[in-house]
T-cell receptor
Framework: KQEVTQIPAALSVPEGENLVLNCSFT??????LQWFRQDPGKGLTSLLL?????REQTSGRLNASLDKSSGRSTLYIAASQPGDSATYLC?????????????FGDGTTLTVKP | EAGVTQFPSHSVIEKGQTVTLRCDPI?????LYWYRRVMGKEIKFLLH????????ESGMPNNRFLAERTGGTYSTLKVQPAELEDSGVYFC???????????????FGPGTRLTVL
């Protein structure tokens, strides 16, 4: 059974800092890994999708890496802004019989202070 | 392109009543997923449709939950009868074709917040 853990649970940083969010998973047989952000009371917005054959993906100030062998992914946010404040969720897509099913972590709540 | 939509956005019902949630996926997306987050817990998978067929319903908690996707377009999730522990946020997501890896990105709707009193 896949288990996904995100550390830290909460993070508060001053504006302009670079930061790293961590996601670890127990079963390395994954199909993909997707990072989302969720604003309070809203749905999930897809940030980056990394296929199992890829090592990283980049979009603007965001960079996500994937190391399947160690069961880890990181989301790097450069030059953080107050608008980045949200909960960030990591979701691991299953493989074989579980293909299509994603397992989520609890999320990291980020606060960027002006 | 319109995103995934869900209706209603909020629902408050009494224990024992029936509620039906609706999800309209992105047009052309064969895959439709239901997830839910109950209080204090992580988002958990409920089931996965490929077109009108249930591909995986291993996350459905019990037989009080019934999901349908007639015609392979929109989907409904019915809870009958609702219990207190069913309260939470129910999310729907869709993706194109999971067998084409670049199409496996899941797009989520805003969720339906269900409160059972």
């Amino acid at each position: 059974k896949q288990e996904v853990t995100q550390i830290p649970a909460a993070l508060s940083v001053p504006e302009g800092e670079n930061l790293v969010l961590n996601c670890s998973f127990t079963d390395s047989a994954i199909y993909n890994l997707q990072w989302f952000r969720q604003d309070p009371g809203k749905g999930l917005t897809s940030l980056l999708l990394i296929q199992s054959s890829q090592r990283e993906q980049t979009s603007g100030r965001l960079n996500a890496s994937l190391d399947k062998s160690s069961g880890r992914s990181t989301l790097y946010i450069a030059a953080s802004q107050p608008g980045d404040s949200a909960t960030y969720l990591c979701a691991v897509g299953g493989y074989n019989t579980n293909a299509g099913k994603s397992t989520f972590g609890d999320g990291t709540t980020l606060t960027v202070k002006p | 392109e319109a995103g995934v939509t869900q209706f209603p956005s909020h629902s408050v019902i009494e224990k024992g009543q029936t509620v039906t949630l609706r999800c309209d996926p992105i047009s052309g997306h064969d895959n439709l997923y239901w997830y839910r987050r109950v209080m204090g817990k992580e988002i958990k998978f409920l089931l996965h449709f490929v077109k009108e067929s249930k591909q995986d319903e291993s996350g459905m908690p019990n037989n009080r939950f019934l999901a349908e996707r007639t015609g392979g377009t929109y989907s409904t999730l019915k809870v009958q009868p609702a219990e207190l522990e069913d309260s939470g946020v129910y999310f729907c997501a869709s993706s194109r074709n999971r067998l084409v890896s670049s199409y496996n990105e899941q797009f989520f709707g805003p969720g339906t917040r269900l409160t059972v009193l």
